[in-house]
């Protein structure tokens, strides 16, 4: 796999900060209480050395180019926002607050090392990164060797739980499995299942077919495709061949545009197909006049929402962006994040990294998606759960399956702990191993 190239930017207001010269007498007790203290803070790590009127710095790791750019700018942009809105209301801790931009081509071979750089070279204070699981399990023993903090904006597998990481995304049983039931509840329980080849889509399936086999229904088949796929032809084909009740997507990238482009050139349209990694930024994409009139999406936040909270960040973040642009539930949770993130900075006292994730679980904001709480015992947030039904203009009419915030499980009480890492490791490994040739067509 190639290299992952690195272009670093720190993105700096305009004006300087100014300072001022203090004239120190030079007896012998002041020298040799200078010369102490010089000496104190050589053993300091260097991101403890910083002056109080240095920049706060937030590193970003996330995809510029490759087949998940067009899902992963957005999350760029909505942490850039939340940083400038930060700045305007006066900083953090009377300093400014900077990006610190590490842009990758969809490829994580390379993460674990740029997030590293991100830490010990341009020493952020926290870091925002990763779409993949893949890319998300790359980084995060970099993360803890250093004690450092992370934040992670996406809906995920489950199966995981970090002191350092901070999960806003949906957890298992706030996507996946209330989405399966209400698809099966729905359409009904003989389900086809297509997702891209790491270990994000494959678990989430396992859990699906766990679902579906405790509901007397039937998986007809499951397919992988790589990351970078577009010739979906053969996927669509099947699907008309074994006729089932629902497709469960959990392809990532542009693979959902060759898929549903598949769809529509085999009359599929009227195929109910449910996906967990297609927002409005994705759908948008994939617009050509004609739409899929059966699609549905699962996230805990739309764009559509009516809260006067989520209005006016949508408005903010057309009129910094473009007002072409569309946000989704990854890109506010990069900005809740960014927000939450800050309030435990005041709580805390300061940038330490350490100490501020002492202080994260007590803060609390009201988001675009409602009130952002972090649950304490699992470190991913409370979340609500929608079902939107695609529409032509790239939005998507929601409606809420969940009556109340969801606790997140991370783990799924049906399995232990060590049986669910158990089982992740295996399936990890089992899509690592697969020949190229083989992986369209992996069981």
């Not at 489950?158 to 209400?182: H, K």
């Not at 545009?257 to 009359?267: G, P, V």
């Not at 939450?340 to 994260?360: C, F, H, K, M, Y």
């Not at 529409?391 to 809420?400: H, K, M, P, S, T």
Request: a negative charge; proline letters at 6%.
């Amino acid at each position: 796999m190639p290299r992952a190239s690195a272009k670093w930017s720190a993105v700096v207001p305009e004006g300087s900060l100014g300072c001022t010269l203090v004239r120190i007498p030079r007896s012998l007790p002041t020298i040799l209480l200078i010369s102490a203290t010089l000496a104190a803070a050589a053993l300091i790590p260097g991101s403890l050395r910083t002056s109080v009127t240095e920049p706060i710095r937030i590193g970003v790791f996330h995809a510029a180019s490759g087949p998940m750019a067009e899902s992963e700018k957005g999350l760029v942009d909505a942490a850039r926002l939340a940083v400038e809105e930060i700045n305007a209301e006066g900083g953090l801790l009377g300093r400014r607050v900077d990006l610190v931009v590490a842009e990758n081509d969809s490829d994580w071979a390379n993460a674990a090392t740029e997030v590293e750089r991100l830490i010990l070279e341009e020493r952020v204070s926290v870091v925002l990164a990763c779409w993949t699981s893949a890319c998300r399990k790359a980084v995060k023993p970099v993360v803890e060797k250093y004690r450092h903090l992370m934040l992670y904006a996406l809906q995920y597998e489950g199966m995981e739980q970090s002191p350092y990481l901070v999960y806003m995304g949906s957890a298992p049983n706030q996507q996946i499995i209330p989405g399966a039931r209400w698809t099966m509840d729905r359409f009904g329980s003989r389900i086809y299942l297509v997702g891209s080849d790491y270990v994000f889509p494959r678990t989430a399936n396992r859990l699906i077919r766990d679902l579906v086999t405790a509901a007397g229904g039937e998986i007809l088949a499951e397919r992988y495709v790589p990351m970078d796929a577009t010739d979906l032809d053969a996927i669509a084909a099947e699907i008309r061949r074994l006729a089932p009740d629902a497709v469960l997507n959990t392809l990532n990238g542009d693979a959902n545009r060759h898929l549903f482009a598949s769809l529509l050139a085999a009359d599929l349209d009227a195929m109910p197909v449910v996906s967990f990694s297609v927002a409005e930024p994705e759908l948008r994409s994939m617009l050509s006049g004609r739409i899929h009139r059966e699609h549905y999406a699962v996230w805990g936040y739309f764009q559509s929402l009516p809260d006067d909270v989520n209005r006016r960040f949508v408005a903010a973040f057309r009129e910094r962006f473009g007002a072409d642009r569309v946000v989704s539930d990854p890109i506010v949770s990069s900005y809740n994040g960014i927000r939450l993130w800050a309030e435990a900075v005041r709580e805390a006292g300061t940038d330490d990294p350490e100490q501020v994730n002492r202080s994260i679980g007590r803060a609390s904001l009201h988001g675009p998606s409602g009130i952002v709480a972090l649950d304490a015992a699992t470190r991913h947030l409370w979340r609500r759960v929608y079902v939107g039904h695609a529409r032509a203009d790239g939005q998507f009419d929601a409606v809420e399956i969940s009556e109340a915030p969801v606790r997140p499980a991370p783990f799924p009480a049906y399995r232990s702990r060590a049986q669910w890492r158990a089982l992740v490791d295996l399936l990890s490994d089992e899509s690592n191993r697969r020949s190229p040739e083989d992986r369209p067509w992996a069981p």
